[in-house]
């Protein structure tokens, strides 16, 4: 205090001499009145001064003097308490830091009272501040080794250690870890959040720490495999549940309250409901009093339907636990798959290849009867389930299975299928000449599965197909006409040398398969008809009415090719090329020579039937004059006269039949001749055709004999040509019968026709002379007296065909002849061949 008022003095002494020099005026305005309080401030006694105690500029001075001096003290104070703050806070601190240090001392001897780590991170800080016992962990006092946890870490637990540390850092997940370093010490790593930072602190545990933990460990995995089977068992779909050792119910699980048809698990415990019926529940517990489980499929009603059950119960401490699994669609499936097996196994006894199953132990599980007929194996052998290796041994010892020079290696080459994956295929030729197609299949059990097929019957047929295909390969090769095979692609797939040659095409490159189109271009030079080209296309490329296509093909060179497109049964089609040039030249020549003779042929019909014509007129003339004389009321005729006019009139009529049958023979012929139908008295047109040769039978000495049936009938036909066809054979039997012999008529009755046969005993008909008895103008005595103009026949064959029916001509050269004509009944078949 003294200090600051030796300030004020020298203060005062300083404003006072500043007045003096007159500088102070002008600053006393500007410098306000120390406040009241200063005055009444005890630390400055003497201080208040009587401003009423000086003049006008003494009172400036004082007044400039007294601001001053309260900004000095005010200045002063403030100071001084800062002073004293400072030093109070001060020794305030250094007594908290004290206290500090003793405490963290304190803390750190605690912490660090066993062989320890601390690792801190502060909020936002990648940089770790390692602290404790280092060489711990690493064997060196190095932080940079310990935070390298791999360095003494295994891989594994490392990798733990760092996610279960990122996992603090970012979210501030604790954790605890018991690990073990590379050299074989166990530690704990605990993880916390503390204060913004994380702090990782690893220590080791040995003695009763480490037995602590690994029970602590014991006892959190034993609650945590407890949580979860008590979780899973009430979550169950199957119906789990507890007894005591009373045998009453002590736990349930939903599934089992369910299957007691109760609301609730609690309900199901107390009203100690059982799932089982009473015959099953007995079972169940004799076989836990006698062993540790009980295991059996039995049937359970639920939710009012019957179904199976897997029960499974064991005996666990004093009590027991149980659980039953829902086996019906396994039930079912198991059924399914006996029956589907069975009608496998019935299946595979209907196939012609033999079947035998191995089973994973490598012996017979099953065989069908073309196994053991295959290989004569006695029935009762294949039933005590032999082995594979058993079996081979037999079949070996019997000579029936291929030779080998190693049978040893050879079996278990085979036997190699066991431990197989995919199926193998092999031949096997056997001692007797059978060849024998061989698949084994390995199945996912371990078994095999033999498949036998005697193909030895396959094997020759390839072998003369192969044989075929040869033989015809030479054959196409060595045919004159040339032969191609397209397939439904339109590409070459077989030709002949003949084919190349007639087309003058290289064989190579036909070898190249090209298509149609291109041997249409190549062929263009010697035959460009684009029309005939595209029909072959569509011959070879058509998908329906695949039909035989034959074209002619006229060549440039001249040549005349004979074509046809012929579709296979495998959609390819063959082409065959045939040069007919001879052929096509000597047909033509035919053809003209045909048409030369056909020109004459109809020449000389429309000469007939001209000369015929005019024939008819002047014979009908003479006829009607011959009767006019005849008539005795043109007055009398000597004998020479009569005689005279008898020869004219038989002359004339035997000139008007030959004309009148010349021009019916030419009026069928024009396709002119029309029937007119009606019924035909059967026995009538005999005897109508018999009266007109009754002189000739006289002149002759010949009789007729007529074998008709009383009841014979009639049937529709041309009655007037009937008559005629009649006539005419009557009269060609009678001119070739000799003297005192006789000519049989018969006609008989049949389901669709009426047979008329005509025979005669004369010399007959030569094999030469047969097949012309029925042609114009062909007569042939054979040395009999029979004289005509041979149309008789002809006109016979024409007017039966007319009808619709037929003439058959038997005949024995020396022993006579048989004319059968043969009318049908059926009226429709006789109007259209009358049309």
């Known amino acids: 205090m003294s200090g600051v008022i030796v300030s004020i003095r020298r203060t005062l002494l300083s404003c006072t001499t500043l007045a003096r020099d007159g500088l102070l005026g002008t600053a006393v305005a500007a410098l306000p009145i120390a406040p009241p309080a200063l005055a009444s401030d005890p630390a400055f006694p003497g201080a208040v001064i009587s401003l009423f105690d000086f003049n006008r500029q003494e009172i400036a001075v004082l007044a400039t003097a007294l601001a001053l001096l309260g900004f000095s003290v005010l200045a002063a104070i403030l100071l001084m308490r800062s002073r004293l703050r400072a030093a109070r806070s001060e020794a305030r601190l250094l007594a908290d830091i004290a206290d500090l240090q003793i405490k963290a001392d304190r803390y750190r001897a605690l912490l660090f009272a066993e062989p320890q780590v601390l690792i801190a991170w502060a909020a936002g800080s990648n940089r770790p501040q390692v602290s404790g016992d280092l060489v711990l962990l690493t064997q060196q006092d190095s932080p940079q080794r310990v ?44 993880g916390r959040a503390i204060g913004g930072q994380a702090i990782v602190r690893i220590r080791e545990l040995s003695g009763l720490r480490r037995e602590l933990a690994e029970t602590n460990l014991r006892l959190r995995a034993l609650l945590e495999e407890s949580e979860l089977l008590r979780g899973f068992a009430a979550s169950a779909p199957w119906p789990i549940w507890a007894k005591d050792d009373k045998g009453a119910l002590a736990y349930a699980n939903a599934a089992y309250a369910q299957a007691t048809e109760v609301g609730s698990v609690a309900e199901a415990i107390g009203r100690n409901l059982e799932l089982l019926d009473s015959s099953d529940r007995a079972a169940m ?6 062993e540790a489980a009980f295991n059996a499929r039995v049937p359970i009603v639920t939710g009012g339907a019957r179904r199976i059950y897997d029960v499974r119960a064991v005996n666990v401490g004093a009590g027991s636990v149980g659980v039953a699994i829902d086996a019906s669609e396994a039930d079912a499936l198991r059924s399914a798959l006996v029956r589907m097996a069975e009608a496998h196994r019935r299946t595979l006894d209907q196939l012609s290849s033999g079947v035998a199953v191995f089973d994973g132990q490598r012996r017979l599980a099953f065989y069908n009867d073309s196994y053991r007929r295959l290989w004569d194996l006695d029935p009762s052998f294949l ?58 299949t390995p199945s996912p059990e371990g078994g095999v599965t033999y498949l036998f097929d005697d193909v030895t019957e396959s094997l020759d047929l390839a072998r003369r197909f192969d044989g075929l295909i040869r033989v015809q390969r030479e054959t196409l090769d060595s045919l004159a006409e040339g032969v191609a095979v397209f397939g439904s692609n339109g590409r070459a797939q077989l030709f002949n040398p003949t084919f190349a040659r007639m087309w003058k095409l290289s064989p190579e490159a036909l070898r190249e398969a090209p298509h149609i189109d291109t041997v249409a271009a190549w062929c263009r030079p010697l035959f460009d008809d684009a029309d005939a080209w595209r029909r072959i296309r569509e011959a070879i490329t058509a998908i329906e009415n695949r039909i035989d296509l034959p074209l002619k093909l006229e060549r440039k060179d001249g040549s005349v090719l004979d074509c046809m497109s012929r579709p296979l049964p495998d959609g390819a089609t063959m082409l065959t090329f045939q040069d007919i040039t001879d052929t096509e030249n000597v047909e033509r020549a035919l053809r003209e020579s045909n048409e030369a003779l056909e020109a004459a042929g109809q020449m000389k019909i429309d000469f007939v039937h ?84 009754q002189d000739r039978l006289a002149t002759d000495r010949i009789r007729l004999k007529v074998d008709v049936a009383p009841n014979i009938g009639s049937f529709i036909g041309d009655e007037r040509r009937v008559v005629q066809v009649l006539y005419n054979l009557l009269a060609n039997a009678v001119g070739f019968s000799p003297h005192d012999s006789t000519v049989i008529v018969t006609a008989r009755r049949t389901e669709r026709s009426v047979l008329f046969t005509v025979t005669d005993s004369g010399p007959g008909i030569s094999p030469d002379v047969k097949d012309k008895v029925f042609d114009w103008f062909e007569s042939h005595s054979q040395g009999s007296r029979h004289r005509g103009a041979g149309l008789g026949l002809s006109l016979v064959r024409s007017f039966v065909e007319l009808h619709g029916g037929k003439v058959r001509v038997d005949s024995v050269v020396g022993k006579g002849t048989a004319v059968t004509c043969d009318f049908p009944i059926d009226q429709a078949a006789q109007r259209s061949a009358a049309e």
């Open 147 to 190: 935070l390298a946890f791999g360095t003494w870490l295994p891989p594994e637990p490392a990798l733990q250690l760092d996610h279960a540390v990122n996992a603090l850092r970012e979210a501030g997940e604790g954790f605890v870890l018991n690990l073990t370093t590379s050299n074989g010490h166990a530690v704990e790593a605990m």
């Open 285 to 290: 517990e004799r076989a836990l009093g006698s």
């Open 610 to 693: 001209h000369v015929s014509y005019e024939l008819r007129a002047p014979l009908t003339t003479i006829i009607g004059f011959a009767h006019f004389l005849s008539d005795p009321s043109t007055g009398p005729l000597n004998p020479k006269q009569a005689e005279y006019l008898d020869y004219v009139t038989k002359s004339t009529n035997a000139l008007l039949a030959l004309t009148n049958n010349i021009l019916d023979l030419a009026t069928i012929d024009a396709g002119a001749m029309r029937l007119e139908l009606g019924p035909v008295d059967i026995g009538k047109a005999i005897e109508a055709a018999a009266e007109g040769i």
């Open 383 to 440: 039933d005590a389930h032999p082995d594979d290796s058993t079996v081979l041994d037999r079949l070996r010892a019997s000579r029936k299975l291929p030779e080998q020079a190693d049978f040893r290696a050879w079996k278990a080459k085979l036997h190699e299928a066991y431990r197989a994956i995919e199926p193998t295929k092999d031949a096997w030729y056997l001692p007797d000449g059978r060849a024998l197609s061989v698949v084994t």
